[in-house]
């Protein structure tokens, strides 16, 4: 799909229809439904003083600004520039400010802020198909006020079904999201304008004067309101973070000119009835429209919702895969759904966790007005995030001076905590979940790398230099035997823990030898040679580092196989893989702290084996045992 968006991307002249559906069913699922919930939730801030016209307005004229400035400026015009070799997201953002630096303090900085990103987009994650399913089934209630108590129970079953498919793979129904997305922002466009020709006077939101005097005369209440106004640029990230699926330039188009115009056309419709029919404000969104179309509209935006939710289900794989190579989580299960797609993938683990994280707040808030107090903490943090990487690699890459940079980002910078700070009142009602996890999360990722370097540095102290070790192996009269021993190492410089203890225990060594490194770069994928090196160290005897992205999953036996273009004569029948199998223990001195030391004891004994992980046949597979202490 990556090289195909990439060619209708680049093309000048035009962008393929199939490739806009496809845009439509994946990067805009999130924003796209949050009309159902985000003026109903900014309105319910002024229930209490009397909802009057004005107010309507200045809400109207946040939101307008809001995408204007949130979507369109910082993300669609300015962060979508900065690829790493076509990929977006946060993560890929990261690598990219990391590479402008030297310091190895700001790289420690920037590496933070890239996983404190990602740990809160897994938080958004969990709860957007939890508001989203919650809020399109609550339509029912419009529908049949009688059917409210069935509302719970029929969301946790659409919920369920939604991660038990996963494992199936989202091929055959990627096919589907398009065009009902496409159909799903038709109606939306067309409700919306319907009302508004009815009532044009609410097209006067479109003047930032309302926006300003709701909050000069609010204060206090209209910042509040902030904090749910930001419900309608939730998905903003979706657009860069799916770049490297379909080019900057079909999700560009598909948002001017049709996803933007759509959405705009929905919450002014829904503000014109608010102003007509105050009694409307119940339920904007599924009042706009005649009685009739209730019933369709519920079943669309559960379907809208269920699109939404995949997205976000598939952009945490994505991102748990991402942070794997990059070292911040241990190996999981990584199952690939397409024979094709290589952005197709499954983690069991993750879909679990993410269906218990879901369901416990669906049934903790109940309802979609609650969970809104919970949803904006993870997004604007995301958005607060991708703006201090944003400066960094504007700056060192793109050659911006420093005061352009501090006048453009700098502004957006000071937008993304007004809106974080709006949320943070909404802590105590919610607002703590997303806070939670993202920390939780940066506690798991980080006390992992703190411990796998560690790891490294103790191998690194206990190893025998490869040089050393060859310039002894002709003297040492070690007998050679048939075969070929591929030695997993960490260290291409060091000899492999596995074959000493092979040596101390077998007394020997075969005749070819493979010392394999597995090298996870800052890039997502690896260019067509950029794939393995090979060095010949002595007669029979090669190191071979094998380099993969962080958008890639690795294929050991498949890569070795390549090596015959190499000149490496590799027989996969006659391989045997030799891996060290490490007893982690806490050394009588930790360098760890207690509870990061736990922490990384714990993911190690339950990550994935490096034979499941690296696709190494289980046949043809000796593990040696040793007892590490940090």
């Known amino acids: 799909m990556t090289a195909q968006a990439d060619s209708a991307a680049g093309s000048p002249s035009k962008v393929r229809a199939g490739l806009l559906l496809g845009v439509l069913g994946v990067v805009y699922g999130d924003i796209g439904t949050s009309p159902l919930y985000a003026l109903k939730a900014s309105l319910d801030h002024f229930q209490n003083t009397g909802i009057s016209s004005w107010e309507v307005l200045g809400l109207l004229s946040l939101i307008f600004w809001s995408l204007i400035l949130v979507v369109t400026i910082k993300y669609v015009m300015l962060v979508m520039r900065a690829d790493n070799r076509g990929e977006g997201g946060i993560l890929a953002l990261m690598a990219l400010a990391q590479r402008s630096v030297s310091s190895p303090r700001m790289h420690g900085f920037l590496a933070l802020i890239g996983i404190a990103g990602a740990c809160l987009f897994f938080g958004d994650g969990t709860i957007t198909p939890a508001i989203s399913v919650l809020s399109a089934v609550e339509g029912l209630e419009i529908v049949n006020p009688a059917m409210k108590e069935f509302v719970l129970p029929i969301s946790v079953v659409v919920i369920l079904g939604l991660f038990f498919i996963q494992s199936h793979g989202t091929g055959s129904m990627g096919r589907l999201f398009g065009p009902v997305m496409a159909v799903w922002f038709g109606v939306l466009g067309v409700l919306g304008l319907v009302e508004i020709v009815s009532h044009p006077a609410v097209l006067m939101a479109l003047s930032p004067s309302y926006a300003i005097g709701l909050m000069i005369h609010y204060k206090w209440l209209a910042f509040a309101a902030l904090g749910s106004v930001v419900l309608a640029v939730t998905g903003a990230e979706a657009l860069y973070a799916d770049m490297g699926h379909f080019g900057a330039r079909p999700i560009r188009l598909a948002w001017m000119y049709?996803?933007?115009?759509?959405?705009?056309?929905?919450?002014?419709?829904?503000?014109a009835l608010v102003l007509s029919d105050p009694a409307a404000i119940a339920n904007p969104f599924f009042r706009?429209?005649?009685d009739w179309m209730r019933l369709p509209m519920v079943i669309l935006a559960t379907a809208a919702t269920v699109i939404a939710s995949q997205a976000m289900i598939s952009g945490a794989f994505s991102?748990?895969?991402?942070?794997?190579?990059?070292?911040?989580?241990?190996?999981?299960?990584?199952?690939?759904?397409?024979?094709?797609?290589?952005?197709?993938?499954?983690?069991p683990q993750i879909n679990s966790a993410l269906l218990v994280g879901v369901l416990v707040l669906v049934f903790a808030f109940r309802s979609s007005d609650a969970l809104a107090s919970a949803y904006g903490i993870a997004v604007t943090g995301t958005f607060t995030f991708t703006s201090v990487l944003a400066v960094v690699v504007f700056r060192r890459q793109f050659g911006w001076s420093r005061w352009l940079?501090?006048?453009?980002?700098?502004?957006?910078?000071?937008?993304?905590?007004?809106?974080?700070?709006?949320?943070?009142?909404?802590?105590?009602?919610?607002?703590?979940?997303?806070?939670?996890?993202g920390l939780a999360l940066t506690a798991l990722m980080t006390s992992w790398k703190r411990g796998r370097d560690l790891l490294l540095d103790r191998w690194k102290t206990d190893s025998l230099p490869l040089s050393s070790f060859l310039a002894r192996l002709p003297q040492s009269r070690t007998v050679r035997v048939p075969g070929i021993a591929i030695f997993m190492t960490g260290n291409p410089d060091h000899v492999p823990g596995a074959l000493l203890h092979n040596l101390k225990h077998n007394k020997v060594l075969h005749e070819r030898v493979l010392f394999v490194?597995?090298?996870?770069?800052d890039v997502p994928e690896l260019r067509a040679g950029e794939r393995a090196s090979v060095s010949e160290l002595a007669p029979g005897i090669h190191r071979v580092i094998i380099r993969y992205g962080f958008m890639e999953s690795p294929n050991l036996p498949r890569e070795l196989a390549a090596l015959r273009n190499q000149g490496v004569d590799f027989d996969p029948m006659q391989a045997s893989y030799f891996l060290g199998r490490e007893t982690l223990v806490a050394a009588r001195v930790p360098k760890l702290p207690f509870w990061r030391m736990w922490l990384f004891l714990v993911m190690a004994r339950n990550a994935v084996s490096a034979t499941e992980f690296f696709r190494i046949p289980s046949d043809r597979v000796v593990e040696l045992g040793v007892r590490v202490a940090i």
């Open 258 to 271: 049709y996803v933007l115009p759509c959405l705009l056309l929905n919450y002014f419709g829904q503000g």
């Open 288 to 290: 706009l429209g005649p």
């Open 319 to 347: 991102i748990a895969r991402q942070c794997m190579q990059l070292g911040f989580l241990p190996r999981l299960t990584v199952r690939h759904t397409s024979a094709t797609e290589e952005g197709q993938i499954y983690l």
């Open 405 to 437: 940079v501090i006048v453009v980002f700098g502004f957006f910078l000071i937008q993304d905590l007004v809106f974080f700070a709006a949320n943070a009142l909404k802590i105590p009602e919610g607002g703590w979940v997303p806070l939670v996890l």
């Open 517 to 521: 490194t597995v090298s996870n770069e």
